[in-house]
């Protein structure tokens, strides 16, 4: 009689520990032969995102999984209710690129809680609301703040760290707009002479990047660097500049980020100064790691992409292999 006392007791503590596990660590994978997983795009009105669909989308097809694939269209409400659905659909696997650090962080709570492991690529979420490693499995993606950083050394050194400089920044509240601008900074707090006339979002789109720039020359006409987040906003402000008779590539530097075929073809030709790369061909990393995570392996909880850079010297040579 004790000892089948004992035993209830010995199960019901297994029961305990198990659920206890459930809540503090990640959700689990079976090892499969095909996934069905989740892909939540934050929206597909540029050539960076267009390229990281259609990788996300070769390699899923490549490897014959199955892709549940969403476009929350620029709202990071829409991409909530997306992942959501995903959770409903019980995909074994959630990749989100999430517009915003802030609101998409409780819905990758509800994934974990749902058993779906979450897998953020290119854009991060607010560590203090959703914890890489612990809330989601990894972050896969490129250093921002590096990437700010390297504008900023690049300027300082061309311009013997003077320069009137204005700031196209990406959309509000998302990781890339937050830690180019931080990197940025820090190079900006050890050069005096270096100056932020002005610093607006263009919320990482060639037309917004256009008119804030139209808007931002007439207030500054003394700008000399423009410092864009993005290709395409920095392809934009190009636009505004020469509409304004101004020489981009002479009278005004244009520094930006992403490095795809368009803005490489624009530093062969002069007008874009300098390019930190940051790569959207995503698929083979994400599911590599997916695999890995399956198989057991310890994923880091940040996988960090090398970027490369594209200036005068090097960018005829590279444009090929720009996406
Ligand atoms: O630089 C931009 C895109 O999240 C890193 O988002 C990405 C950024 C990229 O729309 O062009």
Known sequence: MKQAKLMVLAAALTVTAVALA?????????????????????????????????SMQDEAKKLGWQLVYTDAQGSAAKQVADVRSMIAQKVDAIFLSPREEKPLAPVILEAKKAGIPVFLIDRNVDQSLAKAGNDYVTFIGSNFIQEGQR????????????????????????????????????????NPGMKILASQTGDFSRDKGRQVMETLLQAHPEVDVVYAH?????????????????????????????????AVQLVVDGKIAY????????????????????????????????????????AAKLLPSAY
């Open 22 to 54: 459930a809540d503090t660590g990640l959700p689990k994978l079976a090892k499969k032969a095909t996934y069905k997983v989740g892909f939540a795009q934050t929206e597909s009105n540029n050539p960076w995102r267009i390229a990281q669909t259609q």
């Open 230 to 262: 993005n290709d395409e906003m920095a392809i934009g402000a190009i636009a505004a500049l020469e509409a304004a008779g101004r020489k981009p590539g002479k009278d005004v530097l244009v520094l930006s980020i992403d490095g795809g075929r368009e």
């Open 275 to 314: 390019v930190v790369e940051c790569n959207p061909k995503f698929g083979p990393k994400a599911y590599s790691t997916l695999k890995d995570y399956a198989a057991g392996k310890k994923i880091n909880a940040k996988i960090i992409n090398p970027d490369r850079e594209f200036h005068s010297a090097n």
């Open 151 to 190: 504008v900023g050394q690049w300027i300082a050194k061309k311009t013997n760290g003077k320069a009137n400089i204005i700031e196209l920044e990406g959309t509000t509240g998302s990781s890339p707009a937050n830690d180019r601008k931080k990197g940025f900074d820090d190079v900006i707090a050890k």
